[in-house]
């Protein structure tokens, strides 16, 4: 599997809001389940949120409210918003792809992941 990039990280004040991207060119992210993760210094990786195959949407209970998983099939691109951004929120935050989803925060067969792009929250 091609590897995802993310991009649309940056530094905000808290209140703020950041547009995150995920894709790769060509790739269909509506075959897969999509899932946004986190991780920040010294802390282990956290599942953000999901959106499976059939468009339905799952979120970590830290998140819910302020943050939106959607995917637009014809740019090919898994967004993540994030809205009333705090401190609590910066981490690197990457992609990956699955060949399902299985509930909240549960994903079967991994194909590929990102780099991450950094948010930084103050």
């Known amino acids: 599997h091609v590897q995802l990039v993310e991009s649309g990280g940056g530094s905000v004040q808290a209140g703020g809001s950041l547009r995150l991207s995920c894709g790769a060119p060509?790739?269909?992210?509506?075959?897969?389940?999509m899932g946004w993760f986190r991780q920040a210094p010294g802390k282990e990786r956290e599942g953000v949120a999901s959106i499976d195959r059939g468009g339905v949407t799952s979120y970590a209970d830290s998140v819910k409210g302020r943050f939106t998983i959607s995917g637009d099939n014809a740019k090919n691109t898994v967004y993540l918003q994030t809205n009333s951004l705090k401190s609590e929120d910066t981490a690197l935050y990457f992609c990956a792809s699955y060949s399902d989803c299985c509930g909240e925060d549960c994903y079967l067969d991994f194909l590929s992941w990102g780099q991450g792009t950094q948010v930084t929250v103050s």
């Open positions: 060509g790739y269909t992210y509506s075959r897969y389940c």
